[in-house]
């Protein structure tokens, strides 16, 4: 809402219904006992003003009450206008405007939370409970009961809100044009509807496609569906965890989970945690590839052939340098190997083969991209100037970690 004040008389509030409300019957009640009329409507003049300076949070608007006559609270006309712009502020008005249905309405219809503060009799209005569930379905919690059990109103609310269906009637909650308008709101809103619905295939696929993750609401049988599954972990690849029985060992299904979320390959079956060679023309590439290529710390739930594999641990420490912690040792003792991963963290040094800590070209490269990477070389690259220069340049802390002889020559310490 907008209050554009014209004059001292006449105020324009921009509605649904574009009402124009005229200050003088604004002083129902006076903000000064001793101010006369002319006065009195210049002070709610102010106070309108005033408010509407104020920011939209509740605490500023309590703010504003504290300050505020007490009478404006009482004040019909004054809080039309005020929760018009700011519903929550209808908690603030007087007990005897939270029975008045044409305030109530203006506060839900602004923010349907509102619908709390109102009187039991206009919880259980049916037009004011419909507005408030049309602006925040959540407004359903406040509604008399016979409203939550009203199949109008709950649906009304589930589309705006599906986890409005947890204050539905019992038997709405087996509703399947209501349960399936909350579910492809929100997809979590399968955690609430009745147990048959959880059983009901159109139901579930609708919820898993908002949110993969509602998955974990599905009945059991249905978690081991593939068309299920698929449609999940197509939403988001670690819905996979709440998958179970042949799911897990499909290959179309675990390959789209893992590109979506390369982690997602531990909740696999065991046989494809080996697999490399078979490959999804779409792909090219194989479960773990695709997995390590997403993120590169999947490698830790490869099978132990594949942790020593070239090139799938390439593949992993080019996503994620301290990958190579999983690599078996012969990768972290190849050159090309531990050179891609501290490239990629320098702080990945720490999990090179001894022999590579002290290679100079690697230790260069580490302590360019983390000066900390000092701490875990070599000794002998740490009495190298050129490596400590570029580690102290990169972090001056590194300085730290340098011989003592070079934390005293003066072009270190002045680059530290």
């Known amino acids: 809402m907008v209050v554009r004040i014209l004059d001292d008389e006449t105020v324009i509030v921009d509605m649904e219904e574009g009402d124009v409300i005229n200050m003088r019957h604004l002083s129902i009640h006076k903000c000064d006992e001793s101010a006369s009329p002319q006065e009195s409507s210049v002070q709610v003049h102010q106070w309108l003003a005033d408010f509407e300076s104020v920011s939209s949070n509740v605490y500023d608007v309590r703010d504003f009450f504290k300050r505020a006559p007490s009478s404006l609270r009482s004040d019909r006309e004054f809080m039309l206008l005020i929760v018009a712009r700011y519903g929550l502020a209808f908690g603030f008005a007087h007990d005897s405007l939270k029975a008045d249905k044409a305030v109530a309405l203006a506060s839900v219809r602004e923010d349907g939370r509102a619908l709390l503060w109102a009187q039991e009799a206009l919880k259980a209005d049916r037009e004011v409970v419909l507005a408030a569930v049309q602006q925040h379905g959540l407004a359903l919690e406040s509604a008399h009961a016979s409203l939550q059990a009203d199949r109008e109103v709950v649906l009304t609310a589930v589309r705006q809100c599906g986890g409005a269906i947890v204050f539905a009637g019992g038997a709405l909650r087996a509703d399947k044009d209501i349960v399936l308008a909350a579910v492809q709101r929100d997809g979590y809103a399968l955690k609430d509807v009745h147990r048959s619905m959880k059983t009901n295939k159109e139901i579930v696929l609708a919820a898993v496609q908002q949110n993969g993750a509602a998955?974990?609401?599905?009945?059991?049988?249905?978690?081991?569906?593939?068309?299920?599954?698929?449609?999940?972990?197509?939403?988001?690849?670690?819905?996979?965890?709440?998958?179970?029985?042949?799911?897990?060992?499909?290959?179309?299904?675990?390959?789209?989970?893992?590109?979506?979320?390369?982690?997602?390959?531990?909740?696999?079956?065991?046989?494809?945690?080996?697999?490399?060679?078979?490959?999804?023309?779409?792909?090219?590439?194989?479960?773990?590839?695709?997995?390590?290529?997403?993120d590169g710390r999947a490698l830790l739930w490869a099978q132990e052939a594949l942790k020593a594999d070239r090139e799938v641990v390439l593949a992993a420490v080019q996503q994620h340098g301290l990958a190579l912690e999983s690599a078996h040792a012969s990768l972290q003792a190849d050159r090309e190997v531990v050179l891609t991963a501290v490239r990629q963290c320098g702080g990945a040094i720490v999990f090179a083969g001894g022999a590579l800590r002290a290679d100079k070209d690697i230790v260069l490269a580490a302590v360019q991209r983390d000066g900390y990477a000092l701490k875990d070389v070599h000794r002998s690259m740490k009495t190298n100037k050129e490596i400590v220069l570029a580690a102290v340049q990169q972090n001056g802390a590194a300085l730290h970690y340098a011989d003592f002889s070079l934390q005293a020559d003066r072009e270190v310490v002045l680059a530290a």
């Open 215 to 294: 998955l974990h609401y599905a009945d059991f049988s249905l978690q081991a569906d593939r068309e299920v599954v698929l449609a999940a972990a197509q939403q988001r690849g670690d819905a996979l965890v709440f998958a179970c029985g042949a799911a897990l060992a499909d290959k179309e299904v675990v390959l789209t989970a893992v590109q979506q979320n390369g982690n997602a390959l531990y909740h696999a079956h065991e046989s494809l945690k080996a697999d490399k060679d078979d490959v999804l023309a779409a792909a090219d590439k194989a479960v773990v590839l695709a997995s390590v290529r997403e």
